[in-house]
Nanobody, 121 residues
């Protein structure tokens, strides 16, 4: 019912910035909770940031707090992740997710296919 497509990833140098986008189709985000996760090779999926679908309140993982900013444009039905001062440890595939239940699991959320972010040292 909701299809998500990430874009904006790429290869950058440490300290650079990138803005990831997650475009939704099929249905609008509405009051869905939205989030970004990432997964590095050989590691488990890691929570990055989320934004409430009801009041827009953002939250962040401690590892990115102060460097990343999550936002959304309801008119464009698009979720964003502004990433500043990127570090090599930020290298991963980034996924966006939308959940009508506020739970971000395979069963309770819609997931995109991911976009690769590589930060060179």
């Amino acid at each position: 019912q909701v299809q998500l497509t990430e874009s904006g990833g790429g290869l950058v140098q440490a300290g650079a910035s990138l803005r990831l986008s997650c475009a939704a189709s099929g249905r609008t985000f509405g009051t869905y909770g939205l989030a970004w996760f990432r997964q590095a090779p050989g590691k488990e999926r890691e929570y990055v940031a989320a934004i409430s679908g009801t009041d827009g309140t953002p939250s962040y993982a401690l590892s990115v707090k102060g460097r990343f900013t999550i936002s959304k444009d309801n008119a464009k039905n698009t979720l964003y992740l502004q990433m500043n001062n990127l570090k090599p440890e930020d290298t991963a595939i980034y996924y966006c997710a939308a959940s009508p239940t506020m739970l971000f699991t395979d069963q309770n959320a819609y997931w995109g296919q991911g976009t690769q972010v590589t930060v060179a040292s």
